[in-house]
């Protein structure tokens, strides 16, 4: 890839030491991905990249879903606006839904729908923000964090995730880095890219840390409930009455249907911290600024949180830990990459990536445009996420094209060894 492109894309040139990127989504090097690739080359194009399992055959969403949302928009019922904070009944069924597992109940009131799991984060970062505000993000994260930020003017501050502790907190790097200016720190779990899940202790020091700092956590459960390893998922919110918990979440990942933008932002706050009339009233402007999803799919949600079973939740769960474990059998059968951590929730995983085992590829960008060009898979390369020389794999993909991309990507690696 061009250095020009590099510099346009918010990527730093050889020889240059990179900051995180702020003006870059994984749509957008995604998209140069694509366009890289050969258009001479007969193979198929398999994408790693994307977290849309909806790519492949053996994702889909239950009946019940798409049965909810037809006879809501045949109903005739629900073509007008809808209240920009959500439908009341959409509202109610989301705080019913989040308060299962938590030692408190939710009401509807606490609940605010969005146009997506992103428009939650706009929303969330908007009435954090004032002058001289800065946040809390992991390292590495998904990056509409730091876009959000910058279009507020709030400083990203970047605490790292630990590798080889299972992509834990580094806390002492959060104490660090906070101050009387830090607005929130932000968690992602289940996690991306990392594929991590954190226990019900780790996220208790969480709280508390945030707690001590004087913080509330955002925390993104966009994942929530994908879980497959050793540890179950536990909401965030769980320790709303340690510390104030903003989380963020959608019915994307769970229920396979991205392209619904049918999302939420819940404030856990027990103790009304963040609950003044100033606050309520500032996050409502901003959902009449935003907007909301489509009113039939919020007349839906209501059914579609009742009467989905089990057995669909399951099925899901049960083929991406069988795709986890493909990816992490075929990293192995390749020298340049390493998996420190096997996923144990999400959808991703990061790897990282041995130049010393390469020729003539300088960095994770250089690796992943010559991987697509030459092999037509896509994956993202990790300074989108964060992390130079890393990459992120996606392996919500069926079985036999996670294989056969795996086999390209071992295919690329004995073509440029040394």
């Known amino acids: 890839m061009e250095n020009g492109m590099k510099k346009q894309q ?36 398999i994408s790693l990249g994307m977290g849309d399992p909806t790519a492949y055959s053996c994702f889909h969403t239950t009946a019940i879903a798409v049965d909810a949302v037809v006879d809501t928009l045949r109903s005739d019922k629900f073509n007008g606006y809808a209240p920009t904070v959500g439908l009341p009944q959409t509202r109610k069924a989301l705080a019913e839904y989040l308060s299962q597992d938590l030692p408190y109940k939710l009401s509807p009131d606490d609940v605010y729908v969005t146009a997506g799991c992103t428009q939650a984060i706009e929303v969330t970062l908007s009435i954090l923000a004032r002058p001289g505000a800065n946040i809390l993000i992991p390292r590495p994260a998904f990056p509409i964090y730091g876009l ?38 932000v968690i992602i779990n289940p996690g991306n890219p990392c594929g991590n899940v954190y226990s019900y202790q780790h ?3 969480i709280a508390e840390t945030a707690k001590r700092l004087n913080i509330p956590v955002i925390a993104d459960e966009v994942y929530g409930h994908l879980a497959f390893g050793g540890k ?13 918990v903003f989380t963020l979440g959608s019915l994307s990942k769970r229920w396979l249907v991205p392209g619904w ?35 039939f799919i919020q007349a839906a949600v209501p059914r579609i949180i009742e009467q989905s079973e089990e057995v669909f939740f399951m099925r899901t769960i049960n083929i991406l830990k069988q795709s986890s474990e493909i990816c992490c059998n075929k990293i192995k059968e390749i020298p340049c990459l390493t998996c420190p951590q096997k996923p144990q929730g999400s959808m991703a995983v990061m790897v990282k990536l041995n130049l010393s085992l390469l020729k003539d590829i300088s960095d994770d960008i250089d690796f992943c445009f010559k991987l697509a060009k030459e092999e037509s898979v896509i994956i993202l390369p990790g300074l989108a996420v964060g992390l130079k020389n890393w990459v992120r794999i996606t392996f919500a993909v069926e079985p036999s094209s996670l294989e056969e991309a795996m086999a390209r990507v071992k295919s690329f690696y004995q073509r440029h060894s040394i």
Not at 238 to 243: E, P, Y
Not at 262 to 281: H, Q, R, S
Request: hydrophobic fraction near 40%; charge should be negative.
């Open 10 to 45: 918010g990527f730093g040139t050889n020889g240059e030491e990179p900051e995180t990127p702020t003006n870059i989504t994984i749509k957008g090097i995604l998209s140069l991905l694509m366009a890289s690739i050969d258009g001479e080359d007969k193979k198929r194009v």
């Open 148 to 185: 959000c930020a910058a279009f507020r003017h709030i400083e990203v501050r970047h605490y790292d995730l630990l590798p080889e502790k299972g992509w834990e907190v580094d806390f002492k790097a959060v104490e660090a880095l906070a101050d009387y200016n830090t607005v929130a720190m």
């Open 203 to 205: 996220l208790k020091e």
């Open 232 to 244: 179950p998922f536990v909401q965030m919110g769980v320790f709303g009455s340690i510390v104030p």
């Open 261 to 295: 933008r049918l999302g939420w932002f819940a404030t856990n706050d027990p103790n009304g911290i963040f609950k003044n009339p100033k606050m309520v009233e500032r996050i409502k402007k901003y959902c009449d600024i935003c907007g909301g999803p489509a009113t």
